[in-house]
């Protein structure tokens, strides 16, 4: 709901990681009640955790991938500002709402997503491959022409992808040397899609498999931004 209201599948081309920017609010959620702490209690905590929670993304090429230390230190603040707001801390949120979300976020932002009181989430999706959730329509594409014609992958000498503007230059990155890079690269999920169907299910991806067959078939694929699909985005 929280990625909704920030309008996540969008803000995150401009350099903010909705996931992060949610967990310290998950924290919050999950230590109030551990605690057992009151509405106000809850809402200064929620408060304190707004105040120190920024959202922006970072990445590294090299193995150690500092996305995670950060990950965590935003799941520590959420924590923290429980236990703060639990021994009396206050925060006024509508100061930080004004100041920080609406100024921050500007015309992302959108209340309306945010859900109602008692409310829970309706569903939950799954990702069937270890991928970047805007890479797994090309695969399952590919992977249902290549089975229904009983293609043999030698026999593909291109492939086209066609995606929202928004994404297409993520996915569409040829050069790969990490986990993360290879979870968002178009080009290398269908290539071991074809070449080692197994690595699309391997989560550790340490270190990352790249063969000359993989490089060479990863040439074959082109991405391609398609404005008339900015619609169903």
């Known amino acids: 709901?929280?990625?909704e209201a920030i309008k996540g599948p969008y803000i995150i081309f401009k350099g903010i990681w909705?996931?992060?920017?949610a967990s310290s609010f998950g924290a919050v959620a999950?230590?109030?009640?551990?605690?057992?702490?009151?509405?106000?209690?809850?809402?200064?905590?929620?408060?304190?955790?707004?105040?120190t929670n920024y959202g922006i993304s970072v990445t590294s090429e090299t193995k150690l991938n500092p996305r995670w230390?950060?990950?965590?230190?935003?799941?520590?603040?959420?924590?923290?500002?429980?236990?703060?707001?639990?021994?009396?801390?206050?925060?006024?949120?509508?100061?930080v709402e004004m100041n920080y979300l609406q100024h921050y976020f500007k015309d992302e932002l959108d209340i309306d997503k945010l859900p109602p009181k008692n409310d829970v989430l309706p569903e939950v999706s799954f990702k069937e491959y270890c991928s970047a959730k805007q890479a797994i329509s090309?695969?399952?594409?590919?992977?249902?022409?290549v089975s229904s014609y009983n293609i043999d992958p030698s026999d593909i000498h291109s492939v086209q992808v066609k995606v929202p503007s928004y994404y297409a230059k993520m996915i569409s990155q040829k050069h790969v040397s990490n986990r993360l890079m290879s979870i968002t690269s178009a080009p290398y999920q269908l290539a071991v899609l074809c070449l080692r169907p197994k690595i699309l299910y391997d989560v550790n991806r340490s270190p990352v498999y790249l063969d000359k067959n993989i490089k060479d078939f990863m040439e074959k694929v082109h991405v391609h931004a398609d404005n008339a699909l900015d619609n169903m985005y």
């Open 1 to 3: 709901a929280i990625g």
């Open 18 to 21: 909705p996931t992060l920017f």
């Open 30 to 51: 999950v230590m109030s009640k551990l605690l057992k702490m009151n509405k106000q209690q809850t809402l200064n905590a929620y408060a304190l955790t707004l105040a």
């Open 69 to 95: 230390i950060v990950f965590a230190n935003a799941v520590e603040n959420g924590v923290k500002a429980c236990i703060a707001a639990k021994k009396g801390f206050t925060c006024k949120a509508s100061t």
């Open 138 to 145: 090309s695969i399952t594409a590919l992977s249902t022409i």
